[in-house]
């Protein structure tokens, strides 16, 4: 019986997850990056074989690359950015050459995602990551002190932010500010709020178009590259899908990805399908766009979020929230499904379990937010066990 390949995201050596626990639940495939490769440069065949080759002996496989990052200078096709092309072909070739055939990459500005809590209280006693309007509202208004920030909100929304920040202690607002600025767990940047400031502001100038126009562009320059190394490219979509701090969004909804798609019209050129993501917005229909898109999905994340009507999320257990998980991993086995009977070499489909709460004796432990162990070991488990009950059901 075929399945959806189980993955996990790891970090490293610095991860506080270890590879022998991940094998323990159940994952055989890792999803890491060369952190320590600044953003830029030239992924070495000998690194590459080195981070390989300690995922091979803790008996996985490098299953995905998550990810290699795209500099700045390219998204805003400036500065140096045809040398930092190139750089990101020569690194596409040496993954092919090393058998790495999964590349995940966002073309997001300056933040790679972004949550104003990164250990919020749920009801159960665990801890979640949150995004908080009026929050977010505060740190920009308030904080960074953002030009014409206020435009991006209500009236009464901007009062509340007020009060709130009327009542914030300065541990609080510091706690606020490296949420959103200092670097999570895949940013490759960090930033003080005047470095901040200035990098938005670089960004001014690009706008939605030039934004769209600049990824079309890079991806003609790398999907042939990719194409001839054997890599798949899958880009994450924007987290959260929806305008922030004045930045142009352009992964955030269905359209957006058809249009991508279609920009280079490649295998090659494909989607990470994050249902987190793409479900924090209600207008986005997931399982419609597996049916509709499938066939250019090439890494997947599974992860569900509870939103409201005033713009807040936070991450739900995998199998609740406003993802409706069944349909989607139906949706996804039925494509699987179409690529085995079609003799496509792209079949195993690698997806993870993204962003677990903070849970049981992780709860007294130091872990990278959204990724600890317990909360994703629960999630990979329920994920496996739905896929399973799925594929009796249909026969598969």
Sequence with gaps: MYGLEQTWRWYGTNDPVPLSHIRMAGATGIVTALHHVPNGKVWQPEEI??????????????????????????????????????????SLRNLGDSGIDTVCYNFM????????????????????????KIRFAVFEIFLLKRTNAEQGYATAEIEAARILFAGMGEDEKQILINNIIAGLPGAEEGYSLQEFNKVLGAYQEVG??????????????????????????????????????????VVSTEADARQLLQSVNS????????????????????????????????????????????????????????????EVLKALITEQSA???????????????????????DLSKTTNPGYSAIGRLRGLAELRGLERGIRRSLSF
């Design 49 to 90: 074989e080195k981070r390989k080759g300690l995922i091979k002996v803790s008996g996985m496989n490098w299953s995905v690359v998550e990810s290699i990052p795209v500099h700045e200078d390219i998204k805003k096709r400036s500065g140096n950015f045809r040398e930092y092309i190139e750089n990101y072909k020569q």
């Design 109 to 132: 500005p300056v933040l790679d995602w972004t949550r104003t809590d990164l250990d919020y209280l749920l009801p159960d006693g665990s801890r979640a990551l949150r995004f908080d």
């Design 208 to 249: 939605d178009a030039g934004l769209r126009e600049n990824l079309y562009d890079f991806l003609r320059e790398i999907v042939p590259v990719a194409e001839e190394s054997g890599v798949s490219l899958a880009i994450h979509p924007d987290d959260p899908p929806f305008p922030i701090l004045g930045l142009p969004r």
């Design 267 to 326: 295998v090659a050129n494909g989607l990470c399908f994050c249902t987190g993501s793409y479900g924090v917005r209600e207008d986005n229909d997931l399982p419609g766009m597996v049916k509709r898109l499938g066939d250019r999905i090439n890494f997947i994340h599974l992860r569900a979020t509870t939103r409201d009507v005033h713009g807040n999320f936070f991450e739900a257990d995998h199998l609740d929230g406003d993802v409706d998980m069944f």
């Design 339 to 361: 690529r085995i009977q079609n003799g496509r070499k792209d079949h195993r489909m690698p997806m993870r379990p993204d962003h677990g709460h903070q849970m049981l004796d």
